[in-house]
């Protein structure tokens, strides 16, 4: 008998809660949203439980798992301290450079002067982040210098990111394909989940600004089948050693955020959490018992090895009109029970609400997560647009060429 309490409201948590419920007696989540079953208003602070998972950086950062563990719980989450290696981008950074992981050479700046003297050293693609939490959104990669200049002016100045934006990180623009791997760790161990590949781009093709998310795929039949391992020596297990010699007892997930570059995997950030929308298609496809995964990690003793199913899993993001820039929200959703009917797709609810008839509308940028599984990736992608096509609300907006790389 295990109760889980997730944290969080959108799709992540909502597939945490469905792979942890195979498993978990009871699994509820706070504050969830109207389209994840056993959602409660409680916080978290007030609620019982066996295991605590915190799925967004935002509570991680403000120090809600060692709230937690002060009060006894079990939790699988880093404390404010280890949260800082997605909380201040400068941050990590340095911790990168201490712990000799191979990341982008940068610089970070509170002034315009010496960070457009910066940008003079660097060649396109220019890349510019806000040092705090944006939403995903605080980072521009352009080969416009014009544009790049503008942005470190609006990013310092407080305008378009507030305090978020009070330092900006410039960094050497790398290419290549991007590879999304959750290392799950105890503090002095971590175990790799399946690699994912997120689409970060609102239209296809990789065009127009950066997202949070807009549709993910598991496996990556075109990596290197070394490249996780790679990985966990070159850059998660460094890391983990790195906090460790601080003083940080780090126990959840590494979400490392690498470029395969020419000259090998570089790492461009990590997130100190479950990535969204790649949780919706990496958790599926775990075979192993997930809540004992996690309670091992919550507990400092990991002993379990993760197993994954061979079926590829893809998901593909529908948002509303107006996202990244802005969200309409409001929009009655239709479809979403026709959608799960169909073979092989589930729907993940992530940023909806209900209307006053309580019905289900539309309540944020990334709405639904419409998840296709198969044995192969042309039957994973197959399923998860049969899915897309069977919901709607006025000016949903969604790519239609999620894991065209893997077929
Ligand atoms: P981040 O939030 O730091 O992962 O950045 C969001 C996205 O911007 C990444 O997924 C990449 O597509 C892109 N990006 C970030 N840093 C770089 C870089 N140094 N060079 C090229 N593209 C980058
Ligand atoms: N999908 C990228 C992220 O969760 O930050």
New binding site residues.
């Given amino acids: 008998m295990t109760r889980v309490v997730v944290v969080g409201s959108g799709g ?1 948590e909502h597939a945490l809660a469905d792979v942890l419920s195979r498993t978990a007696s009871d699994v509820i989540v706070t504050p969830g949203n109207p389209g994840i079953p056993g959602s409660v208003a409680t916080p978290a602070t007030e609620l019982d439980a066996d295991l605590f998972v915190i799925g967004p ?1 935002v509570p991680l950062v403000d120090g809600l798992a060692d709230e937690l563990r002060a009060q006894g719980k079990l939790v699988f989450g880093p404390g404010a301290d280890g949260a800082q290696l997605e909380g201040s981008k400068a941050y990590m950074k340095e911790l990168l450079v201490a712990a000799g992981v191979p990341t982008a050479a940068h610089g970070s700046f509170t002034e315009a002067g010496p960070a457009i003297a910066f940008l003079d050293t660097m060649t396109e693609p220019f890349v510019i982040k806000t040092d705090g939490l944006a939403a ?1 959104k605080g980072v521009l990669v352009t080969d416009d210098r014009a544009e790049a200049e503008a942005a470190i002016h609006e990013y310092l100045s407080g305008d378009a990111f507030g305090a978020a934006g009070s330092t900006v990180v410039i960094e050497e623009g790398l290419v290549g394909p991007e590879v ?1 791997v959750f290392a799950i760790c105890d503090g002095t161990k971590a175990v790799a989940l399946a690699p994912a590949q ?1 689409h ?1 781009r609102i239209f296809d093709g990789d065009g127009g600004p950066n997202t ?2 807009m549709g ?1 795929y598991t496996p990556l039949p075109w990596a290197d089948p070394e490249l996780v391992d790679t990985i966990m020596r070159n850059a998660i297990e460094p890391t983990l050693a790195e906090l460790q010699r601080r003083g940080i007892d780090y126990r959840g997930t590494l ?1 490392a ?1 690498l470029m395969l570059t020419p000259s090998g995997p570089k790492m461009l ?1 990590y ?1 100190v ?7 919706q298609v990496v958790l599926p496809r775990i075979d192993s018992d997930l809540v004992q995964l996690l309670s091992e990690a919550a507990a400092g003793n990991i002993e379990s090895t993760p197993t994954f199913s061979n079926d590829a899993v893809v998901t593909v993001v529908c948002a509303s009109e107006g996202y990244p820039a802005s969200a309409r929200t409001g929009d009655l959703i239709e479809g979403i029970d026709d959608a799960r009917d169909l073979d092989g797709v589930s729907v993940y609810a992530a940023g909806v609400k209900t209307n006053a008839d309580g019905a289900l509308v539309t309540g944020g940028g990334r709405v639904l997560n419409v998840v296709g599984r198969g044995p192969t990736m042309n039957d994973a992608v197959a399923r998860a647009y049969a899915g897309v096509a069977k919901i709607s609300w006025p000016g949903m907006q969604h790519r239609t060429d999620i894991a065209h790389q893997a077929k």
Avoid: I
């Fill in positions: 992540r950086e995903g999304s997120d970060k949070g998310g993910a979400f955020g950030e997130n959490r479950f990535g969204d929308p790649e949780t």
